[in-house]
């Protein structure tokens, strides 16, 4: 045995074997118990490595994600701050001259000019980019779904939504910047890791990473998220928004990832308002463009309480009334958006802006109207004044109490409907919040009044507008004029009215979007206050079942409006009288594994689908046409050998195991290649396919279908191989893979990976290229690029099981394969909708 030196020796307890190591195949090691030695790696060490470098990248690039977001965020902040106080400066200070001379109509003319000026720009800037309207809450929501909305996460996009949303705020219309922060995080999340720009063309950067859908969706999932945090100052709640709201699917790698990224935009944000604002450079004093300050009893007053057992009732019922409030909102805003889809979108563009200028005035002039006249006079409370200053936080406080307005009111008095009015949105919801006893309820009533119907009309406005800020206010003042008819006509003395301000801004905020959990956790985190977690959570599910009982949410509308394929979380229970088969696309455009180039050509320039199966067709008499065609015999080759077969599979493992010493399994082995020998000749699929089927007709792969066809012909059978995608097979086109049909498919060039996405995200266009260098007889081999193992299901599966598939895995194609390997059809998101869905299942009640 000693002797033995390069040999394999294993020794058992009947018997010792040696042999060469070089000549036992892995299932002999497998059947002996030897295992391979540790030093030899299934990988090599520099793959191992490159996959570090790649995961260290990708946090460097979350982080600078979220540091980018919080930076934009301090820029929109800092400018609609500075036009704001500017604004507001110049036309208080205009008011107090000409309440004594009779000159007011000069001030609004003022006020006028200042908002009209900024909404026009505003106005301007969506022109350049029409994507840039709204909130881009909806168009975010749809692209992590799974739809690409053109333009959404362009620079272009982002430098018209940021400075777009810093004048529509500016200019008084009744918007906010927190929405469209969200949006702006996740154009950052998408353009970052490419390092590349359509807008900016000449910057060009070699950056081998993340050059895939599934990396680029990620990102934006970050930035999203980012955005959330930066506005409200709560990455737990935006890492949960990008997960409720935004994707369709979610990997547990990702989830720490986004909580880094809404931490960095958050801190970022915090520290550079901390220092430019307090000149406190290293001190985080505000976490987010929204704060809600903290509530807490005065030391004094020893009945207050922040909520009691008995409030929880009063919660329940402005729940339900946020969301009926909330349906009411949605349903005049989607009248609305129908009305400008029909009558405002054809018309030439300059009919947006005139829309946006007319909202700007009527907004204006309500403001100014409603602040002199419906106003009324109110008592400054020393004691209030000072309960505050007791127990609010010195930068709250501060802001609260200059924030108080007193125009037309005499010494000590001042005015509570241009208190809410006029002053920044942020502002006012503080007043609400926090000061104590001094809107009347008349005033709390109207102000609700003019404010819902005038931030319904302006939401869906061609400028770019939040919505979150909006309802927060409206809800915040329903909330506290439900606290002062509690309090004065109840006698419900232990009511903290900022409690119930709260309560009311969830409850409105609630019955609009329908967000559940990572609206909780957004609220909570803003208010620094863990014992709201329960009324605020309460509050948001009532409001929420409120609403669905007669719409959706604001977002979901709006994302209806458009036609986009939304996919929503899972179907319902009667879907699952449909099949896989009744729901597919039988009428399929393919191409085979190898093509002559003219025939991609007019596949890619006559369809648009992103992904087209890879099939071979199922002949009767397959050898007379490999003799007389090269591209055919190519074909059914390739066929012949991917099909797997069980007598195959065991042909080759038996020749495997030859060298065994076990004389019993030997002969078993040599009897069943002995008798399965003679099915070499003929497949045993081939010969079923030949039992089911008849002869098809003489038709080449290259031949595109005839109307002349039968339906025989045109759904004749296909045996599915993969799928290849449109990007593929145009970068193989451009690059001029193929091969002539006197030569090998061996001889067609090979490309990388990197240069098969070198061209990511933007691919040429089929209908761009110059392809008159190409011969038109050439052939491309697609079977080294294409996807040989996606995702199939059988034609039999329940719809929930391919909606469920489909939706977590995300996909974008579905093949539908039967029992012989034949592609019968193709799901697509299109196909799961709940539109055709439903008319499929009217389909399958009327056969029945």
């Not at 409370?381 to 709250?396: C, E, L, R, T, W």
Request: net charge neutral; glycine share 8%; proline share 5%.
């Amino acid at each position: 045995m000693a002797g033995c030196r390069g040999l394999l020796c294993c020794c058992c307890r009947w018997c010792c074997c040696c042999g060469e190591r070089e000549s036992r195949t892995p299932e002999e090691l497998t059947i002996l118990g030897e295992t391979q030695e540790e030093d030899d790696e299934i990988l090599p060490r520099k793959d191992y490595e490159k996959g570090r470098r790649y995961e260290v990248v990708k946090w460097i690039m979350v982080f600078a994600i979220g540091v980018s977001t919080g930076l934009v965020g301090l820029f929109v902040d800092f400018f609609v701050r500075l036009f704001t106080q500017l604004k507001f400066h110049v036309v208080q200070t205009s008011v107090e001259e000409c309440s004594e001379k009779g000159c007011l109509a000069l001030s609004l003319l003022e006020l006028l000019g200042f908002n009209l000026t900024f909404v026009f720009l505003a106005s301007l800037l969506v022109l350049i980019e029409p994507v840039a309207a709204g909130s881009g809450i909806p168009e975010i929501k749809c692209y992590l779904n799974g739809v690409k909305v053109p333009g959404i996460v362009r620079l272009r996009t982002l430098a018209c939504k940021v400075l777009g949303v810093l004048f529509s705020v500016a200019g008084g219309l009744f918007v906010g910047k927190e929405g469209p922060m969200i949006h702006s995080g996740a154009v950052v999340g998408a353009g970052l890791p490419q390092f590349q720009s359509i807008s900016l063309r000449k910057i060009q950067f070699n950056f081998p990473y993340f050059r895939s859908d599934r990396d680029k969706r990620d990102f934006v999932s970050a930035g999203a998220a980012a955005g959330v945090a930066a506005a409200f100052g709560a990455p737990i709640g935006g890492t949960l928004f990008s997960l409720e709201e935004g994707s369709s699917f979610w990997n547990q790698g990702l989830t720490w990832k986004v909580l880094f990224c809404s931490m960095s935009a958050t801190f970022t944000l915090n520290f550079f308002r901390s220092g430019i604002q307090f000149g406190s450079w290293g001190s985080f004093q505000l976490p987010g463009l929204l704060n809600f300050g903290e509530f807490k009893c005065s030391d004094s007053d020893k009945k207050c309480h922040l909520w009691t057992a008995v409030d929880l009732g009063f919660f329940i019922v402005m729940g339900v009334i946020g969301g009926l409030l909330g349906a009411t909102f949605n349903c005049l805003n989607k009248r609305l958006a129908k009305y400008r889809m029909r009558n405002v979108h054809p018309k030439p563009k300059l009919v947006r802006v005139l829309e946006s200028l007319l909202v700007s005035l009527m907004t204006t002039v309500v403001v100014f109207v409603a602040s002199m006249i419906l106003g009324e006079c109110r008592q400054i409370s020393s004691a209030s004044q000072s309960g505050n200053d007791s127990f609010q936080p010195q930068v709250i406080s501060e802001d609260v109490n200059a924030s108080i307005k007193t125009f037309f009111c005499p010494n000590e008095t001042y005015n509570d409907m241009a208190t809410l009015f006029f002053n920044p949105q942020e502002s006012a919801i503080l007043q609400l919040f926090h000061q104590d006893g001094t809107f009347s309820p008349i005033t709390l009533a109207l102000f609700f009044t003019l404010y819902f119907l005038l931030s319904c009309w302006t939401y869906g406005m061609s400028v770019p507008s939040g919505l979150f800020v909006p309802s927060l206010l409206c809800g915040a003042a329903f909330g506290r004029l439900v606290a002062n008819i509690l309090k004065s006509y109840i006698g419900l003395g232990h009511i903290y009215s900022g409690t119930f301000a709260l309560i009311g801004a969830a409850a409105f905020l609630g019955g609009v979007v329908r967000m559940t959990i990572s609206l909780t956790v957004i609220l909570i985190e803003s208010t620094n206050e863990i014992t709201y977690g329960l009324p605020i959570m309460i509050t948001l599910m009532v409001a929420k079942w409120t609403g669905d009982l007669f719409n959706k949410g604001i977002y979901d509308i709006h994302v209806g409006l458009r036609g986009v394929p939304l996919l929503e979380w899972e179907t319902e229970v009667e879907m699952d009288k449909l099949r896989a088969s009744d729901i597919m696309e039988p009428n399929l455009t393919y191409v085979y594994p190898h093509t002559r180039i003219q025939s991609l050509v007019s596949i890619l320039r006559t369809t648009v689908h992103h992904a087209f199966p890879v099939v071979t067709e199922n002949r009767g008499n397959e050898k007379e046409f490999m003799k007389g065609n090269q591209l055919i015999s190519n074909n059914i080759k390739f066929k012949k050998s991917s099909i797997l077969t069980r007598a195959g599979e065991q042909r080759k493992r038996s020749q495997s195991m030859k060298s065994y010493p076990s004389s019993e399994l030997r002969n078993m082995c040599d009897e069943h290649i002995a008798t399965e020998e003679p099915a070499e000749k003929e497949d045993l699929l081939q010969q079923m396919l030949e039992r089911r089927y008849t002869p098809y007709p003489n038709l080449y792969p290259d031949q595109s279908p005839s109307e002349d066809w039968t339906m025989e012909e045109r759904f004749r059978p296909l045996t599915f191989h993969g799928l290849i995608l449109r990007s593929q097979l145009v970068t193989l086109l451009v690059r001029g893979v193929c091969y002539s049909e006197s030569q090998s498919s061996a001889s067609q060039p090979r490309l990388s990976y990197a240069e098969m996405a070198e061209d990511y995200p933007r691919y040429p266009d089929i209908h761009d290229l110059d392809l008159t260098l190409l011969n038109p007889r050439m052939i491309v081999d697609v079977t080294p690029y294409m996807n040989p193992s996606p995702f199939t299901v059988s034609p039999n599966t329940h719809v929930s099981q391919v909606f469920n598939l489909f939706r977590t895995m995300g996909l974008r194609h579905l093949p539908v394969v039967n029992a012989v390997g034949e592609i019968v059809g193709i799901i697509t998101r299109h196909n799961l909708t709940y539109e055709f869905l439903q008319g499929r299942l009217r389909q399958h009640y009327q056969t029945i």
